[in-house]
């Protein structure tokens, strides 16, 4: 049971870590527009994906989960729905990186767990401790305040934070294996972005071929790179009370933030110190609350 929950806690740390740094592999990739590294992104997630779930020989519980969803065509519109939110997510992210916006997508990911208790409430019916209440009160404080600074919304860091959280609930009411899930959602994404990758080969705008070596490796890891944390997600969640996972997820937003600031070299002044601060203590507030619910 222990060495269970060791590894938990190695692949949730595993896990956040890459998501955290996943930036500087984007960035490597800055050359392609984050349309065409999208789609070999859900390309090569496909290919590693059925790689993996053959050595796993988890062929049969593929297609047994293919005929369930087949069957109730509620959970299938509900993968398909999950298939097309993350992809938008993704592609927010991308561009988000390679457009000098590193930090609002550090802020959005700060604010997703807000969401995650928004959504409970509007979706799952859940009730609303003051103690969150108070949370989400401060996260919208800090929102408002970068707003107000900036003269604009900060689009990206609400797209992210809106689209992941989306994502999960949804993947809370499939209640379907993690490689099934990933597998499906990427083979569905599949032919659109096999198309959109052919048309920009046809029109001799690819990045990927052997004018581009490096980068075409780097477009096919982008497979690797995508689903290794999933996976690594998917053990941590299983094998760890949320509560736990939910400190973990902390270290992803963290990383992106230091890289945002130490090698991107993106402005952090009064305006960022005062949204980020009201949004850590929102996460204080929030974290305590769900502490002292689990000890009680």
């Not at 729905?81 to 930090?103: C, D, E, K, Q």
């Not at 899930?181 to 032919?191: G, H, N, R």
Request: glycine share 6%.
């Amino acid at each position: 049971m222990q060495q269970n929950k060791n590894f938990g806690f190695l692949a949730a740390f595993g896990c956040y870590a890459l998501w955290g740094i996943l930036p500087l592999y984007w960035h490597l990739l800055a050359q392609a527009e984050a349309n065409e590294i999208l789609a070999h992104r859900i390309i090569w997630s496909l290919v590693f994906m059925l790689i993996v779930v053959t050595a796993a020989n988890r062929q049969k519980q593929l297609k047994e989960d293919c005929l369930a969803l087949w069957q109730n065509k509620k959970r299938g519109a509900m993968l398909t729905a999950a298939a097309v939110i993350i992809s938008l997510n993704w592609l927010t992210y991308i561009w988000a990186i390679n457009h000098n916006h590193v930090l609002d997508s550090s802020l959005g990911y700060y604010i997703n767990p807000l969401v995650n208790v928004a959504f409970g409430v509007v979706i799952f019916g859940e009730t609303l401790s003051a103690a969150k209440k108070l949370s989400i009160a401060l996260a919208a404080i800090g929102i408002s305040l970068m707003t107000w600074n900036i003269g604009k919304l900060p689009w990206v860091s609400i797209v992210l934070a809106l689209t992941f959280g989306s994502y999960g609930a949804l993947k809370k009411m499939l209640r379907l294996n993690p490689f099934t899930s990933i597998t499906l959602e990427t083979l569905l994404l599949f032919p659109f972005a096999f198309y959109y990758a052919a048309r920009l080969n046809a029109a001799g705008q690819a990045h990927f071929g052997t004018s581009f070596p490096v980068i075409s490796l780097l477009l096919a890891g982008a497979g690797i790179a995508t689903a290794i944390p999933l996976v690594l997600f998917s053990y941590g969640a299983n094998l760890l009370p949320l509560n736990v996972l939910g400190f973990f997820q902390y270290i992803s937003p963290t990383l992106t933030l230091l890289l945002g600031i130490f090698f991107f070299n993106e402005p952090f002044g009064v305006t960022q110190l005062f949204t980020f601060g009201f949004i850590w203590l929102a996460l204080i507030v929030f974290t305590i609350s769900e502490w002292k619910t689990d000890h009680h």
